[in-house]
């Protein structure tokens, strides 16, 4: 079981950043492929990107990609979201979440979820 605690959303101007942070617990933090994914208003809940158990592997949505970066620390249990020229487009409630297997961008293959934070970005 783990159970996952974002946090740093807020409000920021378009072109500015963010950095969110989301918080595991349980001891095998390391044997996770965590995610980041994103809901706006009225739409269903996107891939942002991932990273693989180690950390070696990293996966963004083409919308993201040169924009956003995701890493780990296995040794604080934690999982972040650089998030920088930040867009209007951007605006969501970003949710962490935790997989047992290997990575994918489907939001069904995801075992575990964080209650999300709300990002919004001002034009």
């Known amino acids: 079981q783990v159970q996952l605690v974002e946090s740093g959303g807020g409000l920021v101007q378009a072109g500015g950043s963010l950095r969110l942070s989301c918080a595991a617990s349980g001891r095998t933090f390391s044997s996770y492929t965590m995610a980041w994914f994103r809901q706006a208003p009225g739409k269903e809940r996107e891939f942002v990107a991932a990273i693989s158990w180690g950390g070696g592997r990293t996966y963004y949505a083409d919308s993201v990609k040169g924009r956003f970066t995701i890493s780990r620390d296995n040794a604080k249990n934690t999982v972040s979201l650089q998030m920088n020229s930040l867009r209007p487009e951007d605006t969501a409630v970003y949710y962490c979440?935790?997989?047992?297997?290997?990575?994918?961008?489907?939001?069904?293959?995801?075992?575990?979820w964080g209650q999300g934070t709300q990002v919004t970005v001002s034009s």
């Open positions: 979440a935790a997989k047992t297997t290997a990575y994918s961008d489907r939001v069904g293959s995801y075992d575990y």
